[in-house]
C-alpha cells in the first residue's frame, strides 16, 4: 500500500469516528452546563438567580462545545474569526428551535409535549452534526472532509 493509501485509511479510520467524538463533546458540554448550572444556583442563598445561573452556565458550556468540536471533533484548522460567529449562530437557532418547537406543536397544535421535546433532542444534535461539519468547521484537516 503506498504512503497515500495509509494516508487515506488513517482519515477514513478519523471520520468514521467523527459521530463519537461528536457525541462525546455533545455530552460533555451538556454535563459542564448542568454542573455549572446547579453550582451557580446553590446555597441559601443562591450564589446567583438561576436563570442567571442557567444562562451563564449555557453560555460556559457553549465555549467548551465549540473548542471541543473544533479541536476535537471536526479537527479544524479554520480562523476563529469565521468559525466562531458561525458556531454562535448554530447554537443560537438550536436555541431559538428549542424553543418553538414546544410553542408551535404542543402550544399550537396540542400535541404531547414530549413529541415536542424529543423531536428537538433528535433533530437538532443531527442538523447541527451536519451544519458544523459543512459549515462551521469546514475546514477540517487530515483529510477529514
Avoid at 446555597?43 to 452556565?57: I, T
Avoid at 414546544?102 to 396540542?110: D, N, Q, W, Y
Avoid at 452534526?129 to 459543512?134: E, T
Wanted: charged share 10%; aromatic share 10%.
Amino acid at each position: 500500500m503506498s504512503a497515500a493509501g495509509v494516508s487515506e485509511t488513517g482519515a477514513s479510520i478519523r471520520a468514521g469516528r467523527r459521530p463519537l467524538r461528536f457525541l462525546i463533546t455533545g455530552l460533555g458540554a451538556t454535563l459542564l452546563y448542568a454542573v455549572l448550572a446547579a453550582l451557580f444556583s446553590a446555597g441559601e442563598p443562591a450564589l446567583m438567580n438561576p436563570v442567571v445561573g442557567s444562562v451563564l452556565a449555557y453560555g460556559l458550556a457553549a465555549g467548551f462545545s465549540y473548542a471541543g468540536h473544533k479541536y476535537f471533533t471536526f479537527v479544524s484548522d479554520g480562523a476563529h474569526r469565521l468559525e466562531a460567529p458561525r458556531f454562535v449562530v448554530v447554537t443560537l437557532l438550536g436555541l431559538a428551535v428549542s424553543f418553538a418547537s414546544p410553542a408551535v406543536l404542543s402550544g399550537k397544535l396540542g400535541l404531547p409535549v414530549q413529541i415536542a421535546i424529543g423531536l428537538t433532542c433528535v433533530v437538532i444534535p443531527f442538523v447541527n452534526y451536519v451544519v458544523l461539519r459543512r459549515w462551521v468547521f469546514a475546514g477540517q484537516r487530515d483529510g477529514l472532509q
